[in-house]
């Protein structure tokens, strides 16, 4: 039987962001999954409610920060790993094929021969089956590219954190539309996910409420195959591609695309000028 992580849930109202803190039950390791660093864009002010909210529970349980995960480069919100870092300690894990994300834009943001497009940033790349530790509890990544080409579903215990590869069944799925991203692909790793036995829970980077329902976020493999509204009851690849691509079509951009990529492809630091100060760039016409 799968060891059951004990799953804290932090929603983000702003952002739509649900952020986790996963506990090995048979010590008190844990992970971050997908943290938040908030953002007030017009007046260009950064704050740190949001993880400090994390960083209360860790301290509340005498919790032991082993990872701090990143499924994706997020385009919608900032990531706060190098901020829970500095304070609670713990590595920094994302996707390898995040030096596709840095080489698209880096050149995008201009961000000169300092900007380093190797990962750096970031303890540990990992690649599609590497396996690691919370504790006693052994995970693994799966890497499910689609809906950006760095993406990476994080299976720990019976749990796995999807990121954007797939949403609550009446939510369906993300778009496939941002550079380096294919609704082929997306299909093809989130029938992937749904590979995992039928009652792996699963856990949603964002949830927008379909329909005027409360805010949820867990659900199950077995749910998403049944009821999943993009590609669950026997959807075809076919259906899906033409589905997805016609929807991305309709879709502005996420407000906070900008901002997002510079600090996310940095690990969640905030990028500075030739002066030392803080300082976020808007290309026009770039994206």
């Known amino acids: 039987m799968s060891v059951r992580p004990d799953v804290k849930a932090f929603f983000d109202p702003a952002t739509n962001t649900i952020s986790y803190v996963v506990k090995d039950p048979a010590s008190n390791a844990c992970a971050i999954v997908d943290s938040v660093l908030d953002i007030d864009y017009a007046a ?103 809906h950006t080409p760095a993406c990476m579903v994080h299976v720990m215990g019976d749990a796995a954190f999807v990121g954007d590869t797939i949403f609550m069944p009446d939510g369906g799925s993300a778009r496939a539309d941002f550079p380096g991203g294919d609704a082929a692909t997306l299909y093809d790793s989130i029938q992937k996910v749904l590979s995992l036995p039928d009652e792996t829970r699963l856990f949603m980077c964002h949830d927008y409420g379909p329909n005027g329902r409360e805010i949820r976020w867990e659900t199950t493999v077995a749910e998403e195959k049944a009821d999943n509204i993009h590609v669950g009851g026997g959807k075809t690849r076919d259906e899906f591609v033409a589905f997805r691509t016609k929807r991305d079509a309709e879709l502005n951009m996420p407000t906070l695309i900008l901002p997002s990529l510079q600090v996310n492809m940095r690990a969640g630091t905030i990028p500075e000028d030739s002066g030392g100060r803080p300082m976020l760039k808007v290309p026009v016409n770039g994206l």
Request: proline share 1%; hydrophobic share 35%; with cysteine.
């Open 44 to 146: 260009g002010r950064i704050s740190h409610d949001s993880a400090d909210r994390i960083l209360d529970f860790l301290e509340s349980r005498d919790l032991n920060l082993q990872w701090i995960i990143e499924t994706h480069v997020h385009a919608d919100h900032l990531s706060a790993a190098t901020y829970i870092q500095d304070r609670a300690g713990g590595k920094i894990g994302v996707g390898h094929k995040i030096t596709l994300v840095q080489e698209t834009f880096g050149k995008i943001f201009n961000e000169g021969t300092e900007f380093q497009r190797d990962g750096s940033q970031f303890d540990t790349l990992f690649r599609d089956g590497d396996s690691y530790r919370i504790g006693e509890m052994r995970c693994f990544a799966m890497e499910t590219p689609g």
